[in-house]
């Protein structure tokens, strides 16, 4: 039996699928640490928990000790301590490290959470990635543009999901960016070189050292230039064929990169580019599954439940490699002007025509303010055995629902 502790600061519907996933595995038994009080938990998830601790702080790592050893004595010794959120990795290493738990050790969660630290450690393994400099003034960032050249980066160094990230085109852009976000000793800034070319993921799983797993998805446009254009539509693609040659440089470098950072027994998701000459450039790694709907769509190309995959390996150490049998895409619904949602056009003639193919859709609501995020107000995905099938859709998805946005009068 073993026994585990979840960190899950806040409850919200993604993470609540995880926690409720590894309450469910077989000879689990499995404790929530949240900000959330235990009148807060949904009663099918409180009744499959076998403990409780709620914190003022998921981040702070001596929380996060006092937290399993609270747990400890309600339910015996703690054996793993885990979490699915990127921003938990380091905190959650530093208090395994105290508790003497097993898992990511301290080393490899900076190296996966520090950017500037990770490319370092990339470069230095020969894993090609962008250049980058961690500044902490105005005149290193000068300096760094003049000898990089734009386009650039900025970036904090610990950031997620694309979180404050931004193009810098000019030094008209990169002196706007000193003035807003004016990084200090205390408080650097990354910058790094732009790179151009397709974006896509490495999705994988390593048991030991070794990648025994891994999944490619495609995006279009890249997150950046969908951060920068609040209008633009955009779509991920896992394609059914992995054996395309413009994928041929990461089954090496993907793996490589994994190594170098010390990543074991994880899934982590990978973002890199192929460059218009065809080589391939690591952007950034998390050990962590990966989000916007690709966790989910792993599972419907693979036609298994990957939530519980990776509930099984972080929890017992076992991962049973599926076999690719679809392609799935997700269409993400970004409304077009500002305030809440008006109106929803084209998704019943679209339902007409391809609504065979979806296997999951959250349609925005009436009334929903505008996401604040780069996934937008809603999403659609949709599967099929023909890739072009899963790509035709896709296009006409994004091509023809429109989320129309209005401001309170």
Known sequence: MVVAAFVAPFLLPATARFVATAAHVPGVRLAVITTEPADRLSPDLKEHLDGHWRVDDALDPQQLVDAVRGLSQQMGPIDRLIG????????????????????????????????????????????????????????????????????????????????????????????????????????????????????????????????????????????????????????????????????????????????????????????????????????EVAARPPGAQISSMLGYVHDVDFYRAWAELVLLGTFDPPERRYAAGTAYLRGQGRGRVRAVHGVEELQREIGHLVVEARLPDIGQPASSGYEG???????????????????????????????AQ
């Open 84 to 283: 699915a959120l990127e921003q938990l990795q380091v905190p959650m290493a530093y208090a395994r490290e105290v508790l003497g738990l097993d898992g990511m050790d301290v080393q490899t969660a900076l190296n996966v959470r520090d950017k500037s630290r990770m490319k370092t450690v990339l470069r230095a393994a020969g894993v090609p990635c962008a250049r980058h400099q961690l500044v902490t003034n105005p005149a290193e960032a000068l300096g760094f543009a003049e000898e990089v050249g734009f386009p650039l980066v900025a970036k904090p160094p610990a950031g997620a999901g694309a979180q404050a990230t931004y193009r810098l085109d000019d030094g008209t852009a990169l002196r706007g960016w000193l003035e807003a976000i004016p990084p200090r000793a205390d408080a650097p800034g990354l910058l790094e070189e732009f790179l151009v070319g397709e974006e896509h993921t490495f999705d994988s799983v390593t048991v030991g050292d070794q990648t025994v797993f891994s999944s490619i998805a495609d995006y279009y446009p890249t997150p950046l230039e969908v951060l920068r254009q609040p209008w633009i539509q955009w779509t991920v693609l896992l394609p059914r064929e992995l054996d395309d040659p413009r994928y041929n440089g990461i089954w090496e470098i993907g793996p490589a990169a994994l190594r170098a950072l010390g990543v074991r027994d994880a899934l982590t998701h990978m973002e890199w580019f192929r460059r218009p000459d065809g080589s391939v450039a690591v952007s």
């Open 377 to 407: 107000e809603g999403y659609v995905i949709v599967r099929d055995r023909d890739t072009e099938v899963v790509r035709d859709a896709l296009h006409r998805i994004v091509s023809r629902i429109r989320v129309e946005l209005v401001e």
